[in-house]
């Protein structure tokens, strides 16, 4: 295997759907067992980056290589050393949960035995046993996303992409899925991921690159990106004026933020729950009744806000269909 | 984690192979999808019903009984209609983005419309015997002898499997389930109706008539007719085989071409 210095390589890639221009010169260097998340709001480029580097578009401009492959002319290399899950759970839905692995194996040209090896071992991994004979149509949400992914972890893939692998997913599947991937980490695997979250980016990737219409904006570790952005703050309120006053005087700080209107402050946090308890614990002692608590952490509208100097592009579902259209053409 | 490599093998062997794991993937919609099955058998016996008894008594058949004629009408409407659900299949795969995730794999992709126009041949071959089966019922009086019989399946599988790889076409040009649905009834309705099928041509038209005697699948129905119930052959056989196979491979080069081009060329 023609061995470079990163997993993934991509330099300068250009896309443009008719007069639509998606990318416009991005640049990405991943090393190898590492997980990166690129994060943007919709229409940003993430997909279509996604499906460049999964040989499923090839760029007007640019080149990309997938552990010294290039992608559009050794496609067929590069496509059995990378998994892909897609936005859509793209699991065959009159096939049971464990027919589908078995296929993928098989599609991926594993020998018979290692399909039938590796399959049980996802459905264990998974946790998809009890429904392995079900078919994947009535699997839930959550379900349906995991034997996704299992299906494209069949052929250990060193390098993976995950399109926004928590979209539509309620709180505790998401939470599953989170641990799901970052179990994969520690196994050396190389993951590129896609989520409009910063919440989602900080929690599994260890690098965020941050596009914005097509380009790359800034990149760095959740850390760095959320001191750009601002700290997290907490908010207190309070039941008297008097209450205020002495809570102003205990806290003391340069980012102290005071509402008179609201008998209320804020402070930047960056020490968490420790912190919190710890001033809580002043309240207390100093007979400082406190009426309510908030914690408000930077998201990628504050990173956007600071990066672009305006808001993270909220697009209607209209526009979010159509983005997803031009992806496919 | 432990890599899982490929097993060494040759390309035609894997080829083979994906050919037969997304037929086999195929398949099993024939069995296991209720509202597809009941609706390919239910549809033309329904058909059959209302034209043997509702409509027949007042078409006139020159030399052979209504049932007798319309029964090769029918089975080609059937296979007609049968071989629309790669179309659906198609559009359905795309959508759901199972046909992204055959592109991302080191396969041979364009196997995915050879799983679904493979599974509308073994699907409208199973639907044309309960045809026949049915038709006896309601007085169909066949006088084939075991040899027409296979001329019928064979001329009947060509004609099915090229209107099959016909409506890949439509599967990979269309972007939703229910517009691909339209396409392909829009693309049947007219040519199985607009034929021999159900009446004589005789009775239409003069530019109808024009159109419903040279078109091909009136030479099929006419084939299959002339073969089942005795009516001349004349030179319909040949049209309909040649036909058939004129669009079974113009039908095949097109849809792999736009299923490759489509999916990753630009």
């Known amino acids: 295997m023609a061995k470079s210095k990163y997993a993934i390589q991509a330099t300068n890639i250009h896309k443009s759907f008719g007069k639509l221009e998606v990318l416009k010169g991005l640049d990405l260097k991943i090393h190898r067992g590492t997980i990166v998340a690129l994060l943007g709001p919709n229409g940003a480029g993430k997909t279509t980056m996604v499906r460049i580097l999964s040989t499923l578009l090839r760029p007007d401009k640019g080149a990309v290589s997938i552990e010294g492959y290039d992608v559009v002319k050794d496609a067929h290399s590069v496509r059995s050393i990378i998994g892909l899950t897609g936005q859509y759970a793209a699991v065959d839905e009159y096939l049971t949960g464990r027919e589908n692995l078995r296929m993928m194996g098989r599609l991926y040209h594993l020998s ?37 992914l299992a299906a494209s972890l069949i052929a250990t893939p060193p390098i993976i992409f995950l399109d926004e692998p928590t979209t539509g997913l309620d709180p505790r599947s998401r939470l599953a899925m989170w641990d799901i991937i970052q179990n994969l980490v520690t196994q050396g695997t190389t993951i590129l991921l896609t989520t409009q979250h910063l919440e989602e980016a900080d929690r599994l990737a260890e690098y965020i690159v941050v596009i914005d219409e097509g380009k790359v904006i800034a990149g760095g570790t959740a850390d760095e990106l959320k001191s750009k952005a601002g700290r997290e703050r907490v908010q207190f309120t309070f039941e008297r004026d008097s209450d205020l006053k002495k809570a102003e005087k205990i806290i003391d700080g340069k980012t102290l933020e005071v509402d008179k209107k609201l008998k ?7 020490k968490g729950v420790a912190r919190v308890r710890q001033l809580l614990e002043k309240f207390e002692n100093e007979k400082v009744r406190v009426t309510g608590m908030s914690l408000s952490k930077p998201t990628l509208d504050d990173v956007f806000m600071k990066l672009t100097g305006r808001k993270a592009t909220h697009k209607d579902s209209h526009d979010e269909s159509s983005d997803k259209k031009e992806a496919q053409l | 984690m432990k890599r899982v490599k490929p097993e060494p093998r040759s390309k035609i062997y894997w080829a083979l192979s994906d050919f ?54 029918i089975l080609v409407q059937t296979a007609a209609f049968g071989a629309t659900y790669t179309a659906i299949g198609v559009t359905t795969d ?40 049915v038709g006896l019922l309601v007085g169909f009086r066949p006088e084939a002898n075991a040899f027409e019989w296979l001329l019928v399946l064979g001329i009947l599988m060509v004609f099915t499997f090229a209107i099959s790889w016909l409506s890949a076409i439509m599967g990979l040009l269309s972007k939703t389930v229910e517009g691909v649905q339209w396409m ?19 009775s239409m038209p003069s530019a109808l008539r ?19 119930v005795g009516t001349p052959m004349g030179s319909h056989g040949w049209l309909a085989l040649a036909w058939s196979l004129a669009i079974l491979i113009v039908s095949y080069l097109a849809a792999v071409y736009i299923f490759k081009r489509k999916t990753t060329a630009n």
Not at chain 1, 264 to 270: A, E, F, K, R, T
Not at chain 2, 95 to 120: E, N, Q, W, Y
């Open chain 1, 112 to 148: 018979k035995e290692d399909t039938l090896r590796r399959s049980e071992e996802l459905l264990e991994q998974f946790d998809i046993v009890g429904a392995a004979d079900r078919y994947a149509k009535t699997y839930s949400g959550g379900m349906r996303r995991r034997l996704d």
């Open chain 2, 94 to 133: 795309i959508r759901r983005g199972i046909v992204d995730r055959f592109k991302s794999l080191p396969m041979v992709s364009s196997a995915v419309l050879v799983g679904h126009t493979v599974t509308d041949l073994v699907r409208n071959t199973i639907s044309a015997v309960i045809m026949v089966l």
């Open chain 2, 210 to 228: 024009a159109f419903a005697e040279n078109q091909p699948v009136t030479h099929v129905i006419e084939a299959i007719r002339s073969l089942t």
């Open chain 2, 20 to 73: 037969a794991v997304l037929t086999k993937r195929s398949m099993v919609y024939i069995v296991r999808n209720m509202d597809q099955a009941l609706s390919t058998v239910f549809m033309p016996i329904m058909f059959l019903m209302l034209f043997r008894y509702v409509f027949g008594g007042a078409i006139e058949t020159p030399g052979v009984s209504y049932v007798d004629f319309l029964f090769a009408g």
């Open chain 1, 264 to 270: 209320g402050l804020s402070v930047s946090n960056d």
């Open chain 2, 184 to 202: 392909t009834f829009v693309f049947v309705f007219p040519v199985t109706f607009i034929s021999s099928a159900f009446v004589p041509t005789a």
